[in-house]
């Protein structure tokens, strides 16, 4: 195992939530067996050159660090300059941040931008709030070198990435990148600076396996880049094989307490209408959807519950679609019996709000995350056998009195969705 660390002054400005975007779901081969397009929704541009940094010109570079493509582009505009080194936030440069003495390594990361060479995949998406997560993915197309993510890490969290080699002959790499393209890990070194630290762990050089540990001191957008060290050393040219397969893991040190609610980082407090506020689009994105805004005001705390649950709903079953959020409130003609107070909301999660669906797990597990928000009157979901689990789980966690004497029970429609509740401003649920 290989650990190499060069000290990187760099000032970031840096703003997200927790959750990861990358490549999932069907699989390249589904995509394109499709008839759609080579390159993939979401897919970056791999005729345009990343935005980049030019890299200072380090006699000592390693030669083992991989070829990597010489791009000539300018720089973002975030108070970093390209040339003689990387400007930090109080305008000196990366020379004269790094002290002198032998104890200092010389050596920076390589600076690589492979989507411009090579060939960048990126598709659907899954989140961790807090904890592991794991997702298995291919390069069976044989169109594709690079995969891409998104990593959306909290301030002062260790992040764990990892990739593993499931089939195949090739040896796994990561690449860390800003939301700019500056390379801050090219799989053997990585950066710490004042504003984030990114460790090599494990190389994946001559193995089956990649590690790299993060930690920002603010919340940070990086990129993930997951390739092959036979593609950084032929430039980005090769090609990963059809049969190749991983499994791409994510571990965030950090818990979410059973009652600790979640907000919106976008939402608009101002932006209230008779007399409630507005459910915003999902960011990260990936964690829900919603339908037009006009059917979107809820209280507060209902947007919350619903950020909340979401959150740890991407964390729990990854492989399942994110929450679809319907009816906040009475809208396009919809005819509710309740809706009209912001306290109430329908959502629907495949099979884990359809009493169709034989395995029960996904929709016991989703209500308890409900009940863990301490701020649920009640769910209605026409399923006896999740009822049976979730109404001792809930007066198990909480003595207060639930929606009508019951927190989960059946009322006719409610086959394929939950109608939940949340508690009124004043505290009470019925």
């Given at each position: 195992?290989r650990?190499?660390?060069?000290?990187?002054?760099?000032?970031?400005?840096?703003?997200a939530?927790?959750?990861?975007?990358?490549?999932g779901?069907?699989?390249e081969?589904?995509?394109?067996?499709?008839?759609?397009?080579s390159?993939?929704?979401?897919?970056?541009?791999t005729?345009?050159?990343?935005?980049?940094?030019?890299?200072?010109?380090?006699?000592?570079?390693?030669?083992?660090?991989?070829?990597?493509?010489?791009?000539?582009?300018?720089?973002?505009?975030?108070?970093l300059?390209?040339?003689?080194?990387?400007?930090?936030?109080?305008g000196?440069?990366?020379?004269?941040?790094?002290?002198?003495?032998d104890?200092?390594p010389?050596?920076?990361?390589?600076?690589?931008?492979?989507?411009s060479?090579?060939?960048?995949?990126?598709?659907?998406?899954?989140s961790?709030?807090?904890?592991?997560?794991?997702?298995?993915?291919?390069?069976?197309?044989?169109?594709?070198?690079?995969?891409v993510?998104?990593?959306?890490?909290?301030?002062?969290?260790?992040?764990?990435?990892?990739?593993?080699?499931?089939a195949?002959?090739w040896?796994?790499?990561?690449?860390?990148?800003?939301?700019?393209?500056?390379?801050?890990?090219?799989?053997?070194?990585?950066?710490?600076?004042?504003?984030?630290?990114?460790?090599?762990?494990?190389?994946?050089?001559?193995?089956?396996?990649?590690?790299?540990?993060?930690?920002?001191?603010?919340d940070v957008t990086?990129?993930i880049?997951?390739?092959?060290?036979q593609?950084?050393?032929?430039?980005?040219?090769?090609p990963?094989?059809?049969?190749?397969t991983?499994?791409?893991?994510?571990?965030?040190?950090?818990?979410?307490?059973?009652?600790?609610?979640?907000?919106?980082?976008?939402?608009d407090p101002?932006?209230?209408?008779g007399?409630?506020?507005?459910?915003?689009?999902?960011?990260?994105?990936?964690?829900?959807?919603?339908?037009?805004?006009?059917?979107?005001?809820?209280?507060?705390?209902?947007?919350?519950v619903?950020?909340?649950?979401?959150?740890?709903?991407?964390?729990l079953?990854?492989?399942?679609?994110?929450?679809?959020?319907l009816?906040?409130?009475?809208?396009d003609?919809?005819d509710?019996?309740?809706h009209?107070?912001?306290?109430?909301?329908?959502?629907v999660?495949e099979?884990?709000?359809?009493?169709?669906?034989?395995d029960?797990?996904?929709?016991?597990?989703?209500?308890?995350?409900?009940?863990?928000?301490?701020?649920?009157?009640?769910?209605?979901?026409?399923?006896?056998?999740?009822?049976?689990?979730v109404?001792?789980?809930?007066?198990s966690q909480?003595?207060?009195?639930?929606?009508?004497?019951t927190?989960?029970?059946?009322?006719?429609?409610h086959?394929g969705?939950f109608?939940?509740?949340?508690?009124k401003?004043?505290?009470?649920?019925?």
């Amino acid at each position: 195992m290989r650990r190499r660390i060069w000290i990187w002054m760099i000032g970031c400005a840096i703003a997200a939530t927790l959750a990861l975007v990358g490549c999932g779901g069907t699989g390249e081969d589904e995509r394109l067996d499709a008839g759609q397009d080579s390159t993939p929704s979401g897919a970056l541009d791999t005729t345009s050159t990343l935005d980049t940094f030019d890299a200072p010109d380090w006699s000592s570079t390693p030669s083992d660090a991989g070829d990597s493509e010489s791009v000539d582009a300018e720089s973002p505009d975030d108070g970093l300059t390209a040339g003689d080194g990387i400007a930090t936030a109080d305008g000196s440069t990366a020379d004269d941040a790094v002290p002198s003495g032998d104890s200092t390594p010389s050596d920076p990361p390589q600076q690589y931008t492979p989507c411009s060479v090579g060939t960048c995949w990126s598709s659907l998406s899954f989140s961790a709030a807090c904890g592991p997560a794991t997702l298995d993915e291919n390069y069976s197309s044989g169109k594709y070198n690079v995969h891409v993510f998104s990593v959306f890490a909290k301030a002062d969290v260790d992040v764990e990435v990892t990739l593993k080699r499931t089939a195949g002959v090739w040896n796994p790499a990561l690449i860390v990148q800003d939301a700019q393209g500056l390379t801050l890990g090219d799989g053997e070194l990585g950066v710490l600076s004042a504003a984030i630290v990114v460790e090599v762990l494990e190389s994946g050089r001559d193995s089956d396996l990649a590690r790299v540990k993060l930690r920002a001191t603010s919340d940070v957008t990086l990129k993930i880049l997951l390739t092959s060290w036979q593609a950084i050393d032929s430039g980005f040219v090769d090609p990963l094989p059809k049969e190749a397969t991983y499994t791409f893991g994510l571990v965030k040190d950090c818990e979410l307490p059973t009652g600790q609610l979640l907000s919106p980082p976008n939402f608009d407090p101002q932006d209230v209408v008779g007399g409630y506020s507005l459910l915003p689009p999902s960011d990260p994105p990936g964690l829900y959807t919603k339908k037009k805004d006009l059917c979107s005001r809820g209280t507060k705390l209902l947007i919350d519950v619903l950020y909340t649950v979401a959150t740890n709903w991407k964390q729990l079953y990854p492989e399942l679609a994110p929450i679809s959020i319907l009816d906040l409130n009475e809208c396009d003609g919809a005819d509710h019996e309740t809706h009209n107070d912001g306290t109430h909301v329908d959502i629907v999660v495949e099979c884990a709000t359809d009493v169709s669906c034989a395995d029960i797990q996904p929709a016991i597990d989703l209500a308890k995350l409900f009940v863990d928000t301490g701020q649920t009157c009640g769910i209605i979901f026409n399923d006896d056998a999740v009822q049976a689990v979730v109404n001792p789980y809930f007066e198990s966690q909480f003595d207060y009195e639930p929606w009508y004497g019951t927190y989960m029970r059946t009322y006719v429609g409610h086959e394929g969705h939950f109608h939940v509740r949340v508690k009124k401003p004043n505290g009470a649920c019925n």
